[in-house]
C-alpha cells in the first residue's frame, strides 16, 4: 500500500497556557476514516487554516489520534507518549475556523476539540533521549540555492500513488512534498532552509535535529533513500502521515544519503527533551 503525506514542521514542545475563554472551532465534525479502495493508496495530511488559501476551513484525512494530539499541543511525534491504538485507528476531521483566528488558537481550538470529543488528558514530563545535530561533511554541501516554485497552493494533496523513477523511488511534483512506497522514500523542497530540513528529519530520526550547518538561505531540497525498519515507528509529517508498510528495499539509509547526495551529516548526542504524556483517551470519539 502507498502511504503519502505532506512534510509537517512542528515546534517546540510547549505546553501552552488556558486562555480565560475556551476557544472552540465554530463546527468541528470528526468520525473514523473510510478504508481505501482496494489496490488504492491512502492520502493522509491535513490542509487550510490558518496561514493557507483557505484559512475558514480545516480539514485532515486518514489521521491517527496520536497525530491529532501532536498538532494540538505543537510537539514533534517522537515528542509523544501514547498508547499503541492512538497512532492505529484513522479518523477524518472538518472544522469550521473562526475569523481572525492565528496558528497557536487554532492548536488550543484543537486541544479544545480532543478534550471534548476523545477526553483527552495529558501531562508534560522531561526525558533524556538520543538528539542530532544537522551539519556540512567535509566537503561541502551538494545543493543549490532554491529558484522561486511555481505559483499556487504548495500544501495540495495529489490523489492516487505516485509515480516512480527507473529505481523504484517515488517522484514527487515541483511543488515539493514527501512520498514513501514499498520502503523507498523521497523528499523534495523547491524551497527549503536547513532549520525546515532538520525539523523534518526530526520525525524520520525520531529525535531532535539541530541545526548546525551555518546555512541560511533556501535551498533546492532533494534526497531519497531506503526506508526499511527506521521508518516503520516515525511520524509523519503538517503534513505528516503513518510509517510505511511493504518488503524492506535497498539502498542508502537517510543518515547515508544525506551525506552522499546533500553534503550533511547527522551526528548523535543525548539530552533532556519535554515529552507529552497522554494519560487518558477514549478510542471512540464522541457524536459530533
Sequence with gaps: MVRTFLALLFGCAVMQAQPATKLEFEVASIKPS??????MGM?????????????????CANISLSNLVTMAYRVAYYQLSAPDWAGMARFDLRAKVPEGTTKEQLALMMQSLLADRFKVAVHLESREIQRFEL????????????????????????????????????????????????????????????????????????????????LTGKYEISVSWSAGDSLRTAAPTPAGGP???????????????LQEQLGLRVESKKGPVEFVIVDHAEKTPSEN
Design 34 to 39: 473510510p478504508p481505501p479502495a482496494p489496490g
Design 243 to 257: 510509517a510505511p508498510v511493504g518488503p524492506v528495499s535497498t539502498g542508502p539509509d537517510l543518515k547515508q544519503a
Design 135 to 214: 551539519t556540512v561533511a567535509k566537503n561541502g554541501p551538494k545543493f543549490k540555492e532554491s529558484a522561486p516554485p511555481p505559483p499556487g497552493d504548495s500544501a495540495a494533496i495529489t490523489p492516487g500513488p505516485p509515480k516512480l523513477d527507473k529505481e523504484g523511488y517515488p517522484l514527487i511534483g515541483p511543488r515539493g512534498g514527501m512520498a514513501i512506497m514499498n520502503d523507498k522514500a523521497r523528499l523534495y523542497q523547491p524551497e527549503m532552509t536547513m532549520t525546515m530540513l532538520a525539523s523534518q528529519l526530526s520525525a524520520q530520526l525520531q529525535g531532535p535535529v539541530v541545526d548546525a550547518t551555518g
Design 43 to 59: 492520502v493522509v495530511g491535513c490542509r487550510g487554516g490558518p496561514g493557507t488559501n483557505d484559512p475558514a476551513l480545516y480539514t
